[in-house]
């Protein structure tokens, strides 16, 4: 059986995240370090952007494709590591 989720703003995918990863990496992702101040800066620069969806729109040439550094990537995803003190 599968589910639909409706995604209409950040907040939305972190609560999808939070029901497919295991616990300690969704509390190690979705923290901050020290007093937390960059992850509230970035939670509130987030309020400002919405994802409008696009009905009726031809999606068969669709691409998420973008180039970096030179290399074209398929799929623009980053996650990175940081370390904590």
């Known amino acids: 059986m599968t589910t639909e989720y409706k995604i209409c703003n950040a907040s939305d995918y972190q609560i999808r995240a939070r029901s497919l990863l295991a616990k300690?990496?969704?509390e190690y992702l979705s923290s901050g370090t020290d007093d937390e101040q960059t992850l509230a800066e970035n939670t509130s620069a987030f309020k400002y952007w919405y994802l409008r969806p696009r009905v009726l729109r031809p999606v068969g040439s669709?691409?998420?494709?973008?180039?970096?550094?030179?290399?074209?990537?398929?799929?623009p995803v980053f996650i990175s590591v940081e370390r904590t003190c």
């Open 24 to 26: 300690p990496l969704y």
């Open 62 to 75: 669709v691409s998420t494709a973008t180039m970096l550094f030179g290399q074209k990537l398929s799929l």
